[in-house]
């Protein structure tokens, strides 16, 4: 029996000094890298085509403005076809508060600071840290 197991793991017996398979080399790395890529472009593509994907803008619908009133609150200002709503969103859900007989006026750009007229920072920590509480 043990004659029997000799010559079946004689078989199967690996040479000294045989090398082991090659592992891929920089081009199989880049072609993997370049095939996740492409794979990953073109999920995106697909998920930018599918209906209700949430990528594109619900058309007549634009939130104007928002306002945090609690933890999970918030009033919202949407612009539906034109006619702008005041509305109350909750985790419970969402309520019409007031239609607006006017729109709010467009919100003022954000000014942009001047950097040549900014005080020394190092004249402000003094006078700061001079004053007592």
Do not use: C, Y
Not at 18 to 46: E, K, N, R, S
Not at 58 to 65: I, K, N, Q, S
Not at 86 to 114: F, K, S, Y
Request: hydrophobic share 50%; proline share 8%.
């Amino acid at each position: 029996m043990s004659a029997g197991l000799l010559i079946a793991a004689g078989a199967s017996t690996v040479k000294v000094g045989q090398h082991a398979a090659a592992a891929p080399g920089m081009f199989g790395a880049v072609l993997a890298l370049l095939g996740v890529l492409a794979l990953i472009i073109g999920l995106g593509w697909l998920l930018k085509r599918m209906p209700g994907s949430g990528f594109r803008p619900a058309e007549g619908l634009r939130v104007v403005a928002s306002l945090t009133v609690g933890a999970k609150e918030r009033v919202v200002v949407v612009e539906v076809n034109g006619t702008q709503l005041l509305l109350g969103v909750t985790a419970g859900g969402i309520n019409t508060l007031h239609q607006l007989p006017e729109p709010l006026p467009a919100p003022t750009p954000a000014r942009l600071p001047d950097f040549k007229h900014l005080p020394n920072f190092a004249q402000l920590l003094q006078q700061r840290l001079r004053k007592e509480p």
